[in-house]
């Protein structure tokens, strides 16, 4: 085998890895929403104006959260189905925005000396297999170092967005 084969090889290899990680990717931000249900209402209700808090209360906020595991799910189930690079850039900036939330509660359970729910699993779980598949995207030239950026600014931005969306959606379908 030559170097050009080899190196072929190992990118076959790392693909079918990184597709297998996006797979179980589901199931670790299953778990995450889960550790954040548990918790989320009464942390809410201890921490933030009573106005944000009813949108934390229990029944409302599992149907966010499965809200948002559906979506990421149908994202990561078609890019497994069909490679195209449009589902790529959908994935990265959904993967990014997971890892954004992640982030996001290990920053806040610092400025509030209190663990936010679901900080168990953003450490242990989200942080570390989120940051490995974008890292194995680069690495399989998925993407470049400023695009990269970009997608991380865009799942930032979409992580708040598509929270707060699911949120007062899943409020409004409580009322319905």
């Not at 944000?52 to 809200?67: C, D, G, Q, V």
Request: charged share 10%; with cysteine.
């Amino acid at each position: 085998m030559d170097f050009y084969e080899k190196t072929l090889c190992m990118r076959i290899v790392s693909s079918q890895f990184l597709f297998g990680l996006i797979l179980f990717s589901v199931a670790i931000f299953a778990i995450h929403n889960a550790e954040e249900i548990m918790g989320m209402d009464s942390w809410a209700h201890i921490n933030l104006p009573a106005e944000y808090a009813e949108l934390y209360e229990t029944n409302s906020f599992r149907i966010a959260a499965l809200l948002l595991l559906f979506l990421y799910a149908v994202i990561a189930g078609s890019l497994w189905l069909r490679d195209l690079p449009f589902l790529r850039s959908t994935f990265l900036i959904g993967a990014n925005a997971i890892l954004t939330n992640g982030i996001v509660h290990a920053v806040i359970s610092l400025l509030l000396n209190q663990p936010m729910p679901g900080i168990c699993s953003a450490i242990l779980l989200i942080i570390p297999l989120f940051s490995a598949i974008i890292w194995l995207t680069y690495q399989l030239n998925w993407t470049t170092p400023v695009t990269l950026l970009g997608y991380f600014m865009a799942g930032a931005v979409a992580q708040f967005l598509l929270a707060s969306g699911a949120l007062v959606l899943s409020r409004y379908l409580l009322r319905m």
